[in-house]
């Protein structure tokens, strides 16, 4: 018996089921929209909501004493970023930025054209596993351990004076910070630029060559052009990270080392103010979005 | 009619009621005159540190209050955990002098009856009703433990240890001096200026005008070139004085006792202009779910014997005068060690961290707030 109703009821409750199957097989469009809701959703609510959130409070202000966040519209926040030190920061920060990246590129250019081209099977796997270790170890870990190298007494002047050479004094400098940001962002260079240089079929260069191109010809005018995607892919990385770390400043970096991160931090964690740190988070914001801009006009992204 | 009325007195009360905490500092519940039973739990905001199990442990065995504890960052951190979400989810909060006076203007904390926790008469003088946590004569909360701001110096580097704050502004020292990353450090160039340039009128480092701000942050801007390092950590201080090349510095008790230990030849001194210095108080959240407790931790918190344990576990020094012997029992000299046995005038020195607020009692209200200092702080780093 219990079978038997069970049968029967079964294609009734199907019912509304085939009506929505029916309707979406005329309108295919609905199918991914459907599909694809979930995820669509989820970067909505994540992303551009939390952008939306940040922009509309840095147009409000909040209470010097109890920091609590005051509901009026004001440009106060962005009048106050055009006053001093914040213009000296912003331009220190993009300065820092751009030649992290600049240093980046020169260092993992080569070194990813020797992984590519000349390096044997075994060595190449030895050398990218080495490139992404750090990657395994803490952030603070790799940072420390640069204050270590530097210090007066540390390993680097240590090493220095073994061979000969004068004590370097750059601990606790924005150079320090230089080099430490170049370190760590090293391995989101090579491998993007690895990726493309692989990519690069064997056969282009011989053309070149049979074409009568020397070396630095092949180099300038196949090789690089080519890697460009690889080296703006990597650019954004380095470029975006370093404008907004914070903590390498504070443990590498020395008086007048401050940078938009630091800033921000700051505003949040010392003198309570939301709005402003909001604000002042809007300003790596436009400056990605100009950087980006200027990628793409060079048509880095054309052959992504 | 008799019935209305009473509904109208009820409605009106709980008007009052609602309408009055909101009003902030003046409104102050009924003081508790007695401690009834424990609820069974106690819930407090705290410095890493300051809720180790030695002590708490015997506490919750004698009183069965159940402590947990969260731990706090930042001033701001503590700040921010009192008064979001209604301030309710903890008791109480082990605020430092920088915060304190906050939580009291922000109507976060409450006033405390000092006559049930009997060990406070046994408290130092200087700590009985500091400006930090006593306002018009209210207590809000207990005094815990202090230290204070010392100028420390590598005895190699310097032969004679300077007796004036003035070496960390000297040029010739530049590059081996290390200064705390804090915006109440200004406090430090402000109490220097009260003693050096007596024409600025600072009476208070803490209490400064936008001219006074204003001649503390060029001394602090000065200051910029010479200094090595503005250290967040004490454990950075601490590697700047081991193998960075400073050996000049603002400091605290708990470095000079670390580098000692690391041997490490350096002296604390704490020079003739006076000190800053930090004072923590445990205070009572204005809506403490379990204010028994709150007040039989107080009342424990005060007594020689955790005083002491918490004194040597951080590095502190205890403010009931009586811990010194049990800090010495529990290791040798570590009531000196400590400055727990300085006269009643050395603590009289030490100008303890207050909030910096605009209101500073002149009835002019024109002094600069945290957030004038910070920009301040913000600017002098570059």
């Not at chain 1, 609905?30 to 409070?57: C, D, E, H, M, N």
């Not at chain 2, 130092?124 to 004569?137: E, H, I, L, M, Y």
């Not at chain 2, 420390?152 to 004036?164: D, G, I, L, Y």
Request: charge should be positive.
């Amino acid at each position: 018996m219990a079978v038997d109703s069970s049968r029967v009821e079964g294609p009734a409750a199907a019912g509304p089921l085939r009506a929505v199957s029916r309707f979406t097989w005329r309108r295919p469009g609905l199918v991914t929209l459907g599909q694809i809701s979930t995820p669509v959703a989820a970067f909505l609510l994540v992303y551009v909501a939390a952008l939306v959130a940040l922009l509309i409070q840095s147009l409000w202000t909040s209470d010097s004493f109890t920091g609590k966040v005051i509901h009026t519209w004001t440009f106060d926040n962005f009048r106050e970023i055009a006053e001093d030190p914040y213009p000296t920061i912003i331009r220190r920060t993009v300065f820092i930025a751009a030649a992290v990246t600049v240093t980046c590129m020169l260092l993992a250019f080569p070194y990813a054209y020797f992984l590519v081209r000349i390096a044997s099977r075994r060595l190449r796997i030895a050398l990218l596993v080495a490139t992404v270790l750090p990657l395994w170890v803490s952030y603070l870990v790799r940072v420390y351990s640069w204050r270590l190298i530097l210090n007066p007494e540390g390993a680097l002047n240590w090493w220095l004076n073994q061979l000969g050479l004068p004590d370097q004094n750059i601990a606790y400098t924005n150079w320090a910070m230089w080099l430490v940001f170049t370190y760590i962002w090293f391995p989101f260079m090579v491998l993007p630029v690895y990726a493309a240089l692989e990519r690069l079929p064997y056969s282009y260069i011989e053309a070149s060559a049979d074409l009568g191109a020397k070396g630095w010809t092949t180099l300038r005018r196949v090789i690089l052009p080519l890697a460009v995607p690889g080296l703006a892919a990597g650019s954004i990385f380095t470029f975006s990270l370093t404008l907004g770390d914070y903590i390498a400043p504070s443990l590498v970096g020395g008086p007048g080392s401050s940078l938009i991160g630091t800033v921000v931090f700051e505003n949040l964690g010392l003198a309570n103010n939301l709005p402003f740190a909001a604000a002042f988070a809007t300003i790596p914001l436009a400056i990605m979005a100009v950087y980006l801009a200027l990628m793409k006009r060079l048509g880095a992204f054309e052959s992504l | 009619m008799k019935r209305v009325r009473l509904v109208h007195v009820l409605i009106a009360a709980g008007v009052v009621a609602v309408a009055v905490p909101a009003a902030g500092v003046t409104k102050s519940q009924a003081l508790p005159t007695s401690v009834g039973k424990g609820e069974g739990k106690l819930t407090l905001v705290a410095w890493e540190g300051y809720t180790e199990k030695q002590w708490v442990a015997p506490f919750e065995k004698a009183t069965g209050c159940d402590v947990t504890t969260k731990y706090a960052g930042s001033s701001n951190d503590m700040f921010n955990l009192m008064t979001s979400g209604g301030g309710g989810q903890y008791d109480m909060v082990s605020a430092s002098g920088d915060a304190s006076l906050r939580l009291i203007y922000a109507g976060a904390v409450a006033e405390v009856n000092m006559k049930l926790i009997p060990a406070s008469k046994d408290f130092f003088k200087a700590f009985q009703s500091p400006p930090n946590n006593t306002v018009d004569g209210k207590h809000y909360g207990v005094s815990l433990q202090f230290g204070p701001n010392v100028l420390m110096v590598n005895k190699k580097a310097f032969k004679k240890a300077p007796t004036t704050w003035g070496a960390l502004y000297d040029p010739k020292n530049k590059g081996r001096i290390t200064v705390p990353d804090n915006p109440i450090q200004i406090a430090d160039a402000a109490l220097y200026l009260s003693k050096t340039k007596p024409s600025l009128g600072i009476k208070d480092p803490y209490e400064l005008t936008k001219a006074q701000l204003d001649a503390a942050v060029q001394l602090l801007e000065q200051q910029r070139p010479l200094v090595k390092k503005y250290w967040a950590l004490a454990s950075d201080q601490i590697d700047l004085f081991k193998n960075g090349g400073s050996t000049i510095g603002a400091s605290w008790p708990y470095q000079v006792n670390t580098l000692r230990a690391a041997k490490v030849p350096v002296v604390g001194v704490i020079p003739k202009e006076g000190a800053t210095g930090w004072l923590d108080t445990w205070m009572l959240s204005s809506k403490a779910k379990h204010p028994n407790c709150a007040y039989k931790w107080m009342q424990y918190i005060s007594t020689p014997k955790p005083q002491a344990q918490q004194a040597i576990y951080f590095g502190e020094t205890p403010v009931n005068k009586k811990a010194c012997k049990v800090m010495d029992s529990i290791s040798k000299g570590a009531c000196a060690q400590y400055s727990g046995n300085k006269t009643e005038s050395y603590y009289r020195s030490i100008k303890f961290w207050k909030t910096p607020i605009t209101d500073c009692g002149n009835g002019q209200k024109n002094c600069m707030d945290l957030r004038a200092w910070t920009d301040a702080w913000t600017k002098i780093k570059g």
